[in-house]
């Protein structure tokens, strides 16, 4: 659906995507803080984030009815979150944040191929060509290192899953209201991981948070999930799942600064990342101008 150029609830819906983008580039770096598993760090952040989202909507008054079926689509689009989440923590345990992020930055290329097929329109060359423009960036960005194979594996398996979710919301704005969809489906994803957790035994040997992990814990499924959960669906009335991808890819350039500044010589970027960030940040401002222009072309 193309998006109005002109249009003060589009420009105050991308300000509030960079904001959330800007503290989702915190996560990473509480990620590798955090000394707990990925499963457990995740369980930990949905449960904190659902029951922060709970309060939030009893105080609000909002207790909007759900179809049986949609509520259900819903907690398995938050099997998907959780999937991405665990993934994505999982890829920075085994390499590190830069590495992580910079593969999260595939989200654009996914949402590319994904959107089309699964709203049945018409595939854009436009967001194509942007797409592969963020690969070439990662490409530039990353230093291959073998060492890193499973870590990079997961960090792409985490992008296929955000893709597809960001699509699923994307629908689901349309009706219901952002903290409600975030409700349901961080509960979601916090009763899969549950069921995965008793099913394979392992709240046997279930990591308890260390103290400093806790305020780490609490503010990752605060400010950095609730919070930031709702506002990134929030702006999909107003952008297409794509154009949201296509800012999220921020995160790696603000979650990659913030790592070598915060974490030092364990996540030193090298030369290349700044050639990749500035293509990636090109590709960013560059897209809405060429949409914009595409548009008075079709419109003339």
């Known amino acids: 659906m193309p998006e109005k150029t002109t249009n003060p609830a589009l420009s105050k819906n991308l300000i509030i995507l960079h904001l959330t983008v800007f503290v989702w580039g915190f996560t990473g770096i509480l990620g ?27 105080f609000q008054r909002k207790t909007p009815k759900i179809l049986r079926k949609t509520l259900v689509k819903m907690a398995f689009t938050g099997a998907l979150v959780g ?27 996914f949402t590319a191929i994904f959107e089309p097929i699964i709203n049945k329109t018409r595939i854009s060359k ?11 960036g990662i490409v530039l960005i990353f230093k291959f290192e073998t060492q890193y194979t499973k870590g990079i594996i997961a960090g792409l398996a985490s992008a296929v899953l955000a893709a597809l979710f960001a699509i699923i919301n994307s629908r689901f704005v349309k009706t219901y209201e952002a903290p409600v969809i975030a409700f349901y489906e ?23 948070p260390k103290l400093s992990d806790i305020g780490y814990l609490v503010l990752l499924g605060t400010v950095c999930t609730s919070l930031a959960y709702v506002a990134g669906v929030s702006v999909m009335r107003e952008l297409s799942a794509f154009r949201v991808a296509l800012i999220t890819n921020l995160e790696p350039v603000y979650g990659i600064i913030m790592a070598f500044l915060f974490l030092g010589d ?24 060429a949409q914009k222009h595409v548009i008075k072309r079709r419109g003339r």
């Open 266 to 289: 364990r996540n030193r970027v090298t030369p290349g990342f700044w050639i990749g960030a500035v293509i990636i940040l090109s590709t960013i401002f560059l897209y809405p101008l």
């Open 32 to 58: 590798q803080l955090i000394t707990i598993s990925a499963v457990t760090l995740v369980w930990y952040r949905v449960g904190i984030a659902a029951i922060s989202l709970f309060f939030y909507l009893i």
């Open 83 to 109: 999937g991405h989440w665990i993934l994505f923590f999982a890829s920075i345990k085994l390499s590190t944040v830069p590495v992580t992020l910079v593969c999260l930055s595939s989200i654009t290329l």
């Open 186 to 208: 961080l509960t979601g994803a916090f009763v899969w991981i549950t069921i995965y957790l008793l099913v394979t035994g392992s709240f046997a040997n279930f990591s308890i």
């Open 126 to 136: 436009m967001e194509i060509v942007a797409g592969f423009l963020i690969i070439v």
